[in-house]
T-cell receptor, first 114, second 117 residues
Framework: AQKITQTQPGMFVQEKEAVTLDCTYD???????LFWYKQPSSGEMIFLIY??????QNATEGRYSLNFQKARKSANLVISASQLGDSAMYFC???????????FGAGTTVTVRA | GAGVSQTPSNKVTEKGKYVELRCDPI?????LYWYRQSLGQGPEFLIY????????DSGLPNDRFFAVRPEGSVSTLKIQRTERGDSAVYLC???????????????FGPGTRLTVL
């Protein structure tokens, strides 16, 4: 079974608007961490934001925020005030328990229009 | 400071040949990871090192793939008898390890694009 599901293969967003990228996850371990990475066309993976399973508050990092709904097993990324430089592939990933490896979703391509 | 570096950035080889891909992690990072990313997909885990030893090699697809990290720093991913299906971007990442934490942010290198003709 897929550990991370990203159902939106591609999205368009107008500059300065907000966009929400969906991510659902599957784990039976009570301790886990959720990560979002950005991958521009240059190919490098850039860490954006992290949410731990025991964190009481939703994570925020500048224009990035994570809408963490534990009961629904979802960890959606919200990018506010989109910029042209936000055009990239975005990946949701999870680390479970004592396991250090990351399991990635298939990604969502975001295209910001001027 | 310097990030994770990978060499070569591109490698073109012929089916059946042997290739080596190198990863230089961030200095001081004890953990090193290899992932493979096929076109249009998310990275898939291959192997993870803690120090010199492979702590988890469950993602290696078959015995043609092997990786080493002899001195606990630089790592080499080795692929024998390459096949066209091995064509992908091979990503390396490194991290510190904080026990009792699910964080342990992984820092990725730029990847090596392998093309098997």
């Amino acid at each position: 079974a897929q550990k991370i599901t990203q159902t939106q293969p591609g999205m368009f967003v107008q500059e300065k608007e907000a966009v929400t990228l969906d991510c659902t996850y599957d784990t039976s371990d009570p301790s886990y961490g959720l990560f979002w990475y950005k991958q521009p066309s240059s190919g490098e993976m850039i860490f954006l934001i992290y949410q731990g399973s025991y964190d009481q508050q939703n994570a925020t990092e500048g224009r990035y925020s994570l809408n963490f709904q534990k009961a629904r097993k979802s960890a959606n990324l919200v990018i506010s005030a989109s910029q042209l430089g936000d055009s990239a592939m975005y990946f949701c990933a999870m680390r479970e328990g004592d396991d250090y490896k990351l399991s990635f979703g298939a990604g969502t391509t975001v295209t910001v229009r001027a | 400071g310097a990030g994770v570096s990978q060499t070569p950035s591109n490698k073109v080889t012929e089916k059946g040949k042997y290739v080596e891909l190198r990863c230089d992690p961030i200095s001081g990072h004890t953990a090193l990871y290899w992932y493979r990313q096929s076109l249009g997909q998310g990275p898939e885990f291959l192997i993870y090192f803690q120090g010199t030893g492979a702590a988890d090699d469950s993602g290696l697809p078959n015995d043609r793939f092997f990786a080493v990290r002899p001195e606990g720093s630089v790592s080499t991913l080795k692929i024998q008898r390459t096949e066209r299906g091995d064509s992908a971007v091979y990503l390396c990442a490194s991290s510190l390890i904080w026990e009792d934490s699910s964080y342990n942010e992984q820092f990725f290198g730029p990847g090596t694009r392998l093309t098997v003709l």
